[in-house]
């Protein structure tokens, strides 16, 4: 079994900063792609910003300059470290990693999710 498990979130005024992690645990081999999504109310869940093991990095445009993903690969730990934080970045934010779980078999999980509220 593997788990990923989100904290950091919660309520913030705007400008201010925040910083999730998100740790893996369980039968892992090995991690490939981590990557931040957030879902607001009554939107589709969106790509934030992802990570490869080959160090390749990419942010959504909404957050680019604002937000810095990161990982700390002897941990299992992924990391979003959100700088002027906005109201419209108020969303459920997952955290979902391609994890090698046997010698050949790759699969996706998500965490459950971490509420972030920017509001004065």
């Known amino acids: 079994q593997v788990q990923l498990v989100e904290s950091g979130g919660g309520l913030v005024q705007p400008g201010g900063s925040l910083r999730l992690s998100c740790a893996a645990s369980?039968?892992?081999?090995?991690?490939?792609?981590m990557d931040w999504y957030r879902q607001a109310p009554g939107n589709q869940r969106e790509l934030v910003a992802q990570?490869?093991?080959?160090?390749?990095?990419n942010y959504a445009d909404s957050v680019k300059g604002r937000f810095t993903i990161s990982r700390d690969s002897a941990k299992n730990t992924l990391y979003l470290q959100m700088n002027s934080l906005k109201p419209e970045d108020t969303a459920v934010y997952f955290c979902?990693?391609?994890?090698?779980?046997?010698?050949?078999?790759?699969?996706?999980?998500w965490g459950q999710g971490t509420q972030v509220t920017v509001s004065s």
């Open positions: 979902r990693a391609m994890i090698r779980v046997q010698r050949d078999l790759w699969r996706v999980y």
């Open positions: 369980g039968s892992i081999f090995s991690i490939n792609a």
């Open positions: 990570t490869t093991s080959a160090g390749v990095i």
